[in-house]
């Protein structure tokens, strides 16, 4: 029997990633099936059953799905986070789950600044605005979307601040990039603050009014990480208190209609999560994906496993 690789992507790829991915699944004699734009869990339920590898984006792959996939070996999420896929679900069926970290990071860096010099600039409403030179951004994390943004940053002339606790304060250094000691120093420290954390137990709601009340004057919080690691609650209390304060968020909060009808021109959120969406991430991305498929069943590769 063929091999058979399920591309399921509610939020589909640009055309040219689906044709190089087709092409390298061609090339290892591997069939691929694609499902894009579904509007419904049945779709995907019933798209899994025979597929023996999937790649994902931001979908969802639960118990149910991992129950309907009864053959699949292994989820590639393309894509750094993998808060979508339930992992000791995976890990119950004998599922590998991986990801490809770092190949979208660059356009997730590049929304950031855009999203940067938008708000900066009053959303282009044709009053003066003001400039991130000089300006000091924080960045809350320094994986490999962190370490991005502070190289674009220093090209825009800001001074550039993070906090990572798994990442050593020499190799933070060496960006020329300021190591703090504590998330509290960060926030106390930047006027930026840029969110690259993942979404876990841990950090879900971790942004909260205790660290957003003590950033100086004035405040912008970048999100282009998970809406879900800001403390709902607290945002609406800091917007609130707090008129300096403003949000950029690639994709809304649950507030967001609460956001809107009480600080216009303050928030800017993507109407989709639109961080990977270029046509070089999702090359770079979903080509990941599929080598590592490849990889996985040729030579029982599983360096990006995730569900160890
Ligand atoms: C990621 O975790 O890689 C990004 O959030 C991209 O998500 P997407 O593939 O749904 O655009």
Redesign the pocket.
């Known amino acids: 029997m063929m091999t058979k690789v399920l591309l399921a992507?509610?939020?589909p790829f640009a055309k040219e990633a689906v044709i190089k991915i087709k092409e390298i699944a061609a090339g290892a004699g591997y069939e691929l099936a694609l499902l894009e734009k579904y509007t419904s869990k049945e779709q995907l339920l019933e798209a899994v059953t025979d597929a023996d590898a999937m790649i994902i984006?931001?979908?969802i792959v639960d118990g149910s799905v991992l129950d309907a996939a009864k053959q699949l070996k292994v989820v590639v999420?393309?894509?750094?986070?993998?808060?979508?896929i339930d992992l000791q679900a995976a890990t119950a069926h004998k599922v590998v789950a991986m990801?490809?970290p770092g190949?979208?990071s660059n356009a997730?860096a590049e929304l950031a600044f855009g999203m940067m010099v938008f708000q900066a600039r009053g959303q282009f409403d044709g009053k003066s605005g003001s400039e991130l030179m000089g300006k000091k951004l924080g960045l809350h994390a320094y994986g490999n979307v962190g370490k991005r943004v502070a190289a674009i940053a220093k090209g825009f002339g800001m001074e550039v601040y993070a906090f990572d606790p798994f990442i050593s304060q020499e190799s933070i250094e060496a960006d020329g990039v300021h190591c703090v000691n504590s998330v509290e120093e960060l926030y106390a420290t930047c006027n930026y603050i840029s969110l690259h954390i993942?979404a876990n137990s841990q950090t879900k709601n971790s942004i909260n009014y205790r660290l957003l009340s003590s950033m100086p004057k004035p405040a912008r919080l970048v999100n282009?990480?998970?809406k879900e690691v800001v403390h709902e609650a607290d945002l609406l209390k800091i917007f609130a208190e707090r008129a300096d304060f403003q949000y950029l968020s690639?994709v809304a909060p649950d507030c967001a209609a609460e956001i809107a009808e009480n600080y216009k021109g303050r928030f800017y959120f993507t109407p989709k999560?639109?961080?990977?969406?270029t046509e070089e991430?999702n090359v770079n991305?979903g080509l990941a994906a599929i080598r590592q498929i490849v990889d996985f069943f040729e030579k029982g590769d599983c360096r990006f496993q995730v569900n160890k």
């Open positions: 992507t509610d939020k984006r931001s979908d999420r393309a894509g750094a986070g993998y808060d979508n990801n490809t190949q979208n997730v993942p282009t990480a998970r690639d999560k639109m961080g990977a969406q991430a991305s």
